[in-house]
């Protein structure tokens, strides 16, 4: 008999998947800081980003959710540009709490080095910051 | 024909960030005798497999997985399949919550230390494991003794807050130079890390 386990994390496990996230994101961003010093972030894409990301799911109970199913995409994308466990371990988390029926867009990376560089300093920032916000909501901060 | 034997007792263990491990019986089968082992990860969303068993191979019962496809807190069921040149035979299917089996590497100790002014105590301060679940309260178990006794004293704790590694030892012997050691475990796991390296320090004098 194949009992697989349901598809969807318990809260508990909501929870626990964002700590872990949070621990990943913060280091990765880090690492890649120290990688690329002066690189600097790119206001229009935090712009774009932002309004294409959402933070949170808009569930109304606890705990708070990340909007997995639309950061997946990015991290898809940027993933072959950065020789890093920790973004295929950040994917891996995401995708436990991607709705089942949840669509996933494309994303296109730029083409040039530099615009590259700053495109993708910033989801990490963005992703980072976001997390911070859903974890401190979840800790009742 | 001769099926294999049909595999039991396994056994998995989640050794943080570096490998998810399973193991079963019967230990001794047959050289002509290969496993694979599957899985289902992503609380069951994804699922994949890795093999085990030819004849060169020294550990034949036993079959790991890799970073970075083994991520906490999850939930696997894993299923054996013993297979020789006369048929299949499968494993029930078992079901592993990883917050229940990881293992973490052992804490680091840095310092047992008097507190000025404070008798017959010393401060113990120590590195939380990187290697440890973020998202996981880590218990401790201290264990101490005098330097010239054989006889170890043992303490149970908890880790109040993310990273809180500091433990002041009381009710000792005063001016006594003291060997400390540390061990660790996820709140939910059955496996206790190993313990730490051993650290000494003296308490002040009366």
């Given at each position: 008999?194949?009992?697989?386990p349901?598809n969807q994390?318990?809260?508990e496990?909501i929870g626990a ?7 990943s994101s913060?280091?990765?961003l880090?690492?890649?800081?120290k990688k690329?010093t ?7 894409y935090s712009?774009r980003?932002?309004?294409?990301l ?7 109970q ?8 639309t ?10 540009l950065?020789n890093n466990?920790e973004v ?7 995708d ?11 994303v296109?990376v730029?083409?040039?080095?530099f ?12 992703f980072?910051?976001c997390l911070e916000?859903v974890k401190?909501?979840?800790s009742?901060? | 024909?001769?099926l ?12 943080y960030?570096k490998?998810f491990t399973c193991?079963w ?5 047959a050289n ?8 289902t ?12 068993g ?6 034949r019962t ?5 970073p970075?496809t083994i ?9 054996v399949?013993?297979q ?11 079901k592993?919550?990883?917050?229940t ?7 680091e100790?840095?310092?047992?230390k008097?507190?000025l002014g404070?008798?017959?105590m010393?401060?113990?301060k120590w ?11 880590l ?10 006794s ?6 149970n704790?908890k ?14 012997q ?5 060997v400390?050691?540390?061990q ?5 796991s059955?496996?206790?890390s190993?313990?730490s ?7 002040e004098?009366?």
């Amino acid at each position: 008999s194949h009992m697989a386990p349901t598809n969807q994390p318990q809260p508990e496990d909501i929870g626990a998947i964002i700590t872990e996230l949070w621990n990943s994101s913060k280091k990765l961003l880090e690492d890649y800081q120290k990688k690329e010093t002066g690189v600097p972030e790119s206001t229009d894409y935090s712009l774009r980003i932002q309004t294409l990301l959402p933070c949170f799911t808009s569930d109304s109970q606890p705990p708070s959710n990340i909007n997995s199913s639309t950061f997946l995409p990015y991290f898809k994308a940027i993933k072959p540009l950065l020789n890093n466990s920790e973004v295929q371990e950040i994917i891996e988390q995401l995708d436990k709490l991607k709705l089942q029926n949840a669509s996933e867009t494309e994303v296109s990376v730029p083409t040039d080095t530099f615009e590259c560089k700053r495109f993708i300093l910033t989801i990490l920032r963005q992703f980072s910051e976001c997390l911070e916000r859903v974890k401190s909501l979840n800790s009742g901060a | 024909a001769v099926l294999p034997a049909k595999p039991e007792n396994i056994s998995c263990i989640f050794y943080y960030k570096k490998n998810f491990t399973c193991t079963w019986s019967p230990e001794k089968e047959a050289n002509d005798t290969w496993y694979i082992v599957k899985r289902t990860y992503c609380y069951g969303r994804k699922s994949d497999h890795c093999t085990t068993g030819n004849s060169t191979s020294t550990n034949r019962t036993s079959c790991s997985f890799y970073p970075p496809t083994i991520t906490i807190p999850d939930i696997y069921t894993i299923q054996v399949e013993a297979q020789n040149a006369d048929g299949i035979i499968k494993s029930d299917t078992t079901k592993w919550i990883l917050a229940t089996i990881v293992k973490t590497e052992p804490p680091e100790i840095y310092s047992v230390k008097p507190v000025l002014g404070v008798k017959r105590m010393v401060q113990i301060k120590w590195k939380r494991p990187v290697l440890a679940p973020a998202s996981t309260t880590l218990k401790y178990m201290l264990r101490f003794r005098t330097v010239n006794s054989a006889h170890w004293m043992e303490i149970n704790f908890k880790e109040y807050f993310f990273g809180h590694a500091t433990y002041n030892l009381m009710g000792l012997q005063a001016f006594t130079e003291y060997v400390v050691a540390l061990q660790c475990v996820a709140e939910k796991s059955m496996f206790w890390s190993g313990w730490s390296q051993e650290k000494m320090g003296t308490t002040e004098e009366e």
